[in-house]
């Protein structure tokens, strides 16, 4: 039997989803629902489904992150909202996406595509690098003020952390951890409110509650069952890196 998992961060998005694939493909198995794409690529690692519907923009990851450190791993369907030039992208045949609103014609056409290449999994150089041309793409059209300060509690003071200070950020039950070189500190913000101000390109998250910065790392060290820990630069602390994001450090 097919499975597949589901991602948006829109509930209303998700359920019209689940409900036209349940009429289109009856006999997939949806195996996990994702609100964020963290929460996709988890559970791509861990369920190993046959395809995954990813909405392009998402909270942490993108849709097209999830896609890039999925690739052999299953088919991607991108559900998206964008109606512009990059959709031009996908109409050259090697992706294939989903124009929010969704219609059930057009998803049955996406499935019986699907049937067809579901016996292989591998992804040409080419799927990459459009991949990688439109990430940049929207990336420049939805380009947002970033974070360049940060206010955080030291004991009874509140002290204001440059970004470009910062070598990570941990999250802490109910607080996330802001860690420099010489200080830390903790803010009531989550990791997913601190993305939405983050340059994603300079800070990697690297695990469920890490988000470190790139250039802080110095090295990677990989142990003997496969287990990846990073090193930083100007800090003894020692960072764990998950599965789900070991694709970040393949070159290392």
Same mark, same amino acid.
């Not at 409900?19 to 996990?32: D, F, G, K, R, Y």
């Given at each position: 039997?097919?499975?597949?998992?589901?991602?948006?961060?829109?509930?209303?998005?998700?359920?019209?989803?689940?409900?036209?694939?349940?009429?289109?493909?009856?006999?997939? +198995?949806?195996?996990?629902?994702?609100?964020?794409?963290?929460?996709?690529?988890?559970?791509?690692?861990?369920?190993?489904?046959?395809?995954?519907?990813?909405?392009?923009?998402?909270?942490?990851?993108?849709?097209?992150?999830?896609?890039?450190?999925?690739?052999?791993?299953?088919?991607?369907?991108?559900? +998206?909202?964008?109606?512009?030039?990059?959709?031009?992208?996908?109409?050259?045949?090697?992706?294939?996406? !989903?124009?929010?609103?969704?219609?059930?014609?057009?998803?049955?056409?996406?499935?019986?595509?699907?049937?067809?290449?579901?016996?292989?999994?591998?992804?040409?150089?080419?799927?990459?690098?459009?991949?990688?041309?439109?990430?940049?793409?929207?990336?420049?059209?939805?380009?947002?003020?970033?974070?360049?300060?940060?206010?955080?509690?030291?004991?009874?003071?509140?002290?204001?952390?440059?970004?470009?200070?910062?070598?990570?950020?941990?999250?802490?039950?109910?607080? +996330?951890?802001?860690?420099?070189?010489?200080?830390?500190?903790?803010?009531?913000?989550?990791?997913?409110?601190?993305?939405?101000?983050?340059?994603?390109?300079?800070?990697?998250?690297?695990?469920?509650? +890490?988000?470190?910065?790139?250039?802080?790392?110095?090295?990677?060290?990989?142990?003997?069952?496969?287990?990846?820990?990073?090193?930083?630069?100007?800090?003894?602390?020692? !960072?764990?890196?998950?599965?789900?994001?070991?694709?970040?450090?393949?070159?290392?």
């Amino acid at each position: 039997m097919p499975t597949a998992i589901i991602a948006d961060d829109e509930d209303l998005a998700l359920g019209e989803l689940r409900h036209m694939l349940a009429q289109a493909w009856p006999e997939l +198995t949806i195996v996990a629902q994702c609100e964020d794409g963290t929460d996709a690529l988890e559970a791509i690692i861990k369920y190993e489904p046959d395809v995954a519907f990813l909405d392009i923009r998402m909270p942490g990851l993108t849709g097209l992150d999830v896609a890039q450190a999925a690739v052999g791993k299953c088919h991607v369907i991108f559900t +998206t909202a964008y109606d512009s030039h990059a959709i031009g992208a996908f109409n050259l045949g090697a992706l294939d996406y !989903l124009l929010k609103p969704l219609t059930l014609a057009r998803l049955s056409q996406t499935v019986e595509r699907l049937r067809l290449r579901m016996d292989s999994r591998v992804a040409a150089p080419e799927l990459l690098r459009m991949m990688s041309a439109l990430d940049k793409r929207l990336t420049q059209e939805n380009k947002t003020e970033r974070m360049r300060w940060i206010s955080a509690r030291v004991g009874d003071t509140i002290h204001l952390f440059p970004i470009d200070e910062v070598l990570f950020f941990e999250s802490d039950l109910k607080y +996330t951890r802001v860690v420099t070189a010489d200080n830390e500190a903790h803010v009531r913000l989550s990791l997913r409110e601190l993305q939405q101000g983050l340059d994603l390109e300079q800070f990697w998250q690297i695990h469920r509650g +890490t988000i470190v910065r790139a250039s802080a790392i110095a090295r990677a060290r990989r142990d003997d069952l496969g287990g990846i820990t990073v090193e930083l630069r100007g800090h003894d602390e020692r !960072l764990k890196v998950s599965r789900a994001y070991a694709w970040r450090f393949k070159g290392m």
